[in-house]
């Protein structure tokens, strides 16, 4: 069931964010701000403000912003529906759900069961892990690796046994039924087609790894073999579920939040293990991925947190591939991107156990940004100067180059690769262009959004949305407006949350109102209205508004008469078919006219 707009409005109205902040740390007055240092990373000068008028908080040192809501969920690691109802105890505001929906209550309670579930089960394998007797094994694994109970019990290590019938007999008496066993992926079906045959355990005897979300909830887990079997491997992760989908997580990302922001990088490493050895470590900021190739949604996570990534992979051949397929990810997102090279043979792990933390610190401060270790890497395994090695390494960085959304960095980078290649910098300059159009096409089917950067609006957009709702006026005339902005502002990012402003209207003389609409739509699309909304109201927002509409109108009808000049030069037309777009690229070009006229 949700919780209806209009109560999460009356909360909002109900709750002071100067009040609630300060019951968790002291807030000081500036002027009409209050502020403090900030809570989400480490500052000696106070950049948290808090503007009561707004009722929104912000920090220029870090830039986390939001409504009480949005501070509720990130300081206290919550969902939104749970930071919605702590703040409504707090308000005296009863939450009367929406209709019941039948689908929604199912999913809502199976997705409460299935982490109840995962939850318990990880805390019954973790007592049998440290004193069971037929764990034994496995806590000499552990010892081996150099880790003791302390360790197991900040990160719930477990062992499952190797009998499935253990953990069938605890899940009957804790009430789970089998079927909530198939759906967490916990146990499988013998033959789908046939329940009769019963169901199997997953993970047998192995080292129990719990997975966790972003807020601290455990959706899945990570199992090690503990004796070796050449028809399972090493590790076993849990398959996909309504709780876990592996390419929007990464393992350890919930004990690594704060430090990501703290350190201003994030560590990324290939394997659990590795993790915990660099938390255990003190490198607090190290995440994985799990058994699946960095994606988009993996890039998109880190970005949320810093702008700055560091890849600590194994030094084989699989590792530095693995190095590639994390750069084509993470560089459309504009994140630095920096490589460490382990020695030979080591990976973290093993490293800091037999060189200590402040070694493995020394690779992480020598780390080479991703090009540099593309060439050293070259360099080490093939000979530069043969000019058919040079000449595909040239190739590999230019298509790798192309990838930097932002011009100025590309090009800095793209000059900066000529000089340690050896190479003039217009001819390296002209392979870029070259790989650029040649692999357009099949980069295009392959990845098709791996060019697309973290949500970014239009500035347009964000203007108009920033007037619609700071102004009720501009709201009201932007409404009446909604016919042109769907003839000419269709395709410009955010032109969908413009939409939803428009269409739901919150109240801009109402703090709360406002809030309540930011806080209902996704992260990444907070972000950029709750900067907007710090933003300056001009004196006549409508007349603004009007300018800017004129701006896309513009904008948009040069686009198409540059689409219909594009389209004369288009080899076999005939004299009709040009003549046709020479007239239509006419009445667009008076029509441009009109628009600068008014």
């Not at 909360?11 to 500036?30: A, C, E, G, H």
């Not at 220029?60 to 702590?86: H, Q, S, W």
């Not at 295009?444 to 973290?454: N, V």
């Not at 700071?470 to 502002?489: P, V």
Request: with cysteine; charged share 30%; aromatic share 8%.
């Amino acid at each position: 069931m949700a919780i209806p707009d209009e109560t999460v409005e009356l909360i909002l109205q109900q709750t002071d964010i100067v009040d609630l902040i300060n019951s968790y740390f002291p807030l000081k007055r500036s002027g009409s701000l209050f502020k403090a240092c900030c809570p989400f990373h480490n500052e000696k000068t106070p950049s948290f403000t808090v503007d009561p008028n707004r009722q929104f908080f912000k920090c220029y040192g870090c830039g986390e912003g939001g409504t009480a809501i949005g501070f509720v969920m990130k300081y206290e690691n919550l969902p939104f529906p749970d930071a919605i109802r702590k703040l409504a105890n707090r308000a005296g505001v009863p939450i009367i759900e929406d209709a019941y929906d039948p689908e929604a209550e199912k999913a809502r309670k199976s997705k409460s069961r299935l982490l109840e579930l995962h939850n318990k089960l990880a805390r019954h394998l973790h007592e049998l892990l440290l004193k069971d007797p037929k764990a034994k094994h496995a806590r000499a694994y552990l010892r081996s690796r150099g880790y003791g109970s302390e360790m197991a019990a900040r990160w719930l290590v477990g062992w499952v046994p190797d009998d499935q019938r253990r953990v069938f007999d605890w899940a009957k008496q804790n009430t789970f039924t089998a079927r909530e066993l198939c759906n967490a992926g916990i146990a499988s079906q013998r033959d789908e087609h046939n329940p009769q045959r019963g169901i199997y355990l997953r993970f047998r005897d192995r080292l129990m790894f719990p997975i966790h979300n972003d807020y601290g909830d455990i959706i899945a887990f990570s199992a090690r073999q503990l004796r070796e079997d050449p028809n399972s491997g090493k590790y076993i992760n849990s398959p996909e579920t309504q709780l876990f989908k592996k390419a929007r997580v990464f393992f350890g990302l919930d004990k690594a939040r704060r430090p990501i922001s703290k350190e201003k990088f994030a560590l990324v490493c290939e394997g659990q293990i590795d993790v915990i050895a660099c938390h255990e470590a003190g490198f607090e900021n190290t995440v994985a991925a799990l058994g699946t190739a960095f994606t988009e949604d993996h890039a998109k996570l880190l970005k949320r947190y810093g702008d700055k990534v560091v890849l600590c992979y194994d030094s084989d051949a699989a590792g530095h591939k693995a190095v590639g397929k994390a750069y084509e990810a993470l560089a459309p997102t504009g994140i630095e991107i920096r490589v460490v090279s382990l020695p030979e043979k080591e990976d973290p792990d093993s490293l800091i156990k037999s060189q200590g933390p402040e070694a493995f610190r020394a690779l992480i401060d020598k780390a080479a940004n991703f090009f540099d270790y593309q060439i050293d890497f070259a360099r080490l395994h093939s000979d530069l100067n043969q000019p058919l090695v040079r000449s595909r390494l040239a190739n590999a960085l230019a298509t790798w180059l192309k990838k930097i959304a932002d011009p100025a960095t590309r090009d800095t980078l793209l000059a900066h690769c000529a000089t340690r290649l050896d190479i003039g910098l217009p001819e390296f300059r002209q392979t870029v262009a070259r790989v650029k159009e040649q692999n357009y096409r099949r980069m295009a089917e392959e990845e098709p959004e791996a060019s697309k950067p973290a949500r970014v609006f239009d500035p347009a957009i964000l203007q108009l949305c920033q007037f619609a709702l700071q102004s009720s006026e501009a709201q009201d005339w932007l409404c009446d407006q909604s016919e042109f902005l769907l003839d000419h502002a269709a395709k410009l990012a955010g032109h969908d949350i413009l939409n939803r402003v428009l269409g739901q209207r919150p109240d801009p003389t109402k703090p709360a109102s406002i809030n309540a609409f930011i806080s209902n739509l996704s992260p990444e699309d907070q972000g950029p209205l709750a900067e907007c909304l710090q933003w300056p109201l001009p004196l006549d927002p409508v007349d603004y508004a009007a300018k800017v509409i004129n701006k896309i109108a513009r904008r948009d009808i040069q686009e198409q008469i540059d689409r219909i000049h594009s389209r004369i030069k288009t080899p076999g037309l005939s004299a009709e078919d040009i003549m046709h777009l020479l007239t239509e690229a006419r009445d667009l070009g008076n029509l441009l006219h009109d628009t600068k006229s008014s």
